[in-house]
Nanobody, 123 residues
Framework: QVELVESGGGSVQTGGSLRLSCVVD?????MAWFRQAPGKEREGVAA???????NYADSVKGRFTISKDNAKNTLYLQMKRLNAEDTAIYYC????????????????????WGQGTQVTVSS
């Protein structure tokens, strides 16, 4: 069993920044951040593989940055210029069985999930 523990969510005004963290307790081949707003499907936001390749949803390119500190087993999501459309529960996800080195944004690629952290952006 793989445990992922997220932190860093909260409330921020439009244009503000937040950094999410996710501590994982074992080696992973790829990790990602997803989000789910009320009444919407869970969507991939950003993904990263062990080699460092990343992938971003078009809606967050240029505003969000995914990174991983392997020494700390911690995944990060730096979010800047937040807007109301970014309001959602954010989940980190991990793949521990090797498939490929593609930083996928598909929820079906990941087999372990964190409990989620709320991000609320208000004007």
């Amino acid at each position: 069993q793989v445990e992922l523990v997220e932190s860093g969510g909260g409330s921020v005004q439009t244009g503000g920044s937040l950094r999410l963290s996710c501590v994982v307790d074992q080696y992973t081949y790829k990790m990602a951040w997803f989000r789910q707003a009320p009444g919407k499907e869970r969507e991939g936001v950003a993904a990263i593989v062990q080699g460092g390749a990343t992938n971003y949803a078009d809606s967050v390119k240029g505003r969000f940055t995914i990174s991983k500190d392997n020494a700390k087993n911690t995944l990060y999501l730096q979010m800047k210029r937040l807007n109301a459309e970014d309001t959602a529960i954010y989940y980190c996800a991990a793949r521990v069985q090797f498939t490929d080195w593609t930083p996928s944004l598909s929820k079906y690629e990941y087999d372990y999930w964190g409990q989620g952290t709320q991000v609320t952006v208000s004007s």
